[in-house]
């Protein structure tokens, strides 16, 4: 079967060597890469030209739904793998994807676990707060697909549910949860790894964390789901920020559990912002 990798890109010169070098050194490789580009302004479409994708589509800068849908609508493969610019894959990630997806016909989708690995100290901290979750979803077993990064899905599944444009990030939320709904099997399967580069920007974090609050609003408004509460929110960061914390000082075997509860609480402050200022302007 032909397999399609798309990368969804914007302003990741900074990763997007890596990302396509370990698509190129796959020991199955896939069997064309489509590089989708949201209006990068930096160096992300030269640097990934010169590796040779295959070709560059361009989102126009409208979001990750967008982007997602396009990239999927525009590959050949029977198979479109989704692969995130600032991820690398180990050589065997492809060949491994492909067989625990042939195991079992009734699948859709299978989704990997992430490593993530900090490349300067906001960073590290950012990669001891995502490992937290990775280590949280491993040990609940939990056996659904939860996002669509560097995750493998059979094509005809574009057709039938497609990602709504309105949502420029949290775009896999929305897809995912139509897709539960509609009862397709999908896996996340413990028995596959790649690595994730945080971003490494404290400004950058906050900013996605607004967006994430946002959209997140947009997905409960959606879906006709309960809503957050402000004083809740308000009254259960420090516990919230703390646990995660004792978490990553933990998982990771690190002193900097410090760091990661101010990072936490950065995050938790940011996600509060974007919620409750979409809700401020429904009513």
């Known amino acids: 079967m032909m397999v399609s990798a798309v990368v969804c890109t914007k302003n990741s010169e900074n990763s997007i060597v890596a990302c396509i070098k370990s698509l ?3 020991r199955r490789p896939p069997d064309e890469i489509v590089l989708v580009d949201g209006n990068s302004a930096d160096r992300t479409v030269e640097l990934a030209t010169d590796m040779g994708v295959d070709r560059v589509i361009y989102d126009g800068g409208r979001g990750l739904g967008y982007a997602r849908q396009l990239g999927a609508e525009s590959s050949k493969g029977d198979l479109v793998c989704f ?6 894959s180990p050589p065997w990630w492809l060949e491994m994807m492909l067989a625990e997806l042939e195991k079992d016909s009734e ?4 989704q990997d676990y992430y490593v993530s690995v900090g ?30 990064e560097n995750s493998i899905w059979r094509r005809d599944v574009f057709t039938e549910i497609k990602f709504d444009h309105r949502f420029r990030l949290l775009e896999d939320l929305d897809f995912l949860y139509r897709v539960n709904r509609m009862g397709l099997k999908t896996l996340r399967t413990p028995n596959v790894f790649h690595i994730h580069f945080p971003r490494e920007s404290l400004r950058e974090s906050y900013d996605q964390y607004i967006h994430r609050g946002y959209y997140t609003a947009l997905f409960h408004l959606k879906h006709g789901l309960k809503k957050r509460n402000l004083a809740l929110d ?10 995660i914390s004792l978490s990553a000082t933990v998982v990771e075997k690190s002193l900097s559990g410090a760091g990661v509860f101010l990072v936490a609480t950065l995050k938790r402050a940011a996600f509060m912002k974007g919620y409750y200022s979409f809700k401020a302007s429904m009513s």
Do not use: C, H, M
């Open 24 to 26: 190129k050194n796959q």
């Open 83 to 88: 692969i995130d610019s600032d991820t690398w």
């Open 107 to 110: 699948l859709v989708a299978v």
């Open 119 to 148: 490349r300067n100290w906001v960073a590290e901290l950012e990669s001891y707060f995502f490992n937290v979750s990775t280590f949280r979803a491993l040990k609940r077993k939990s056996v659904e697909a939860t996002g669509i």
């Open 234 to 243: 308000v009254l259960l960061t420090p516990l919230a920020t703390l646990n």
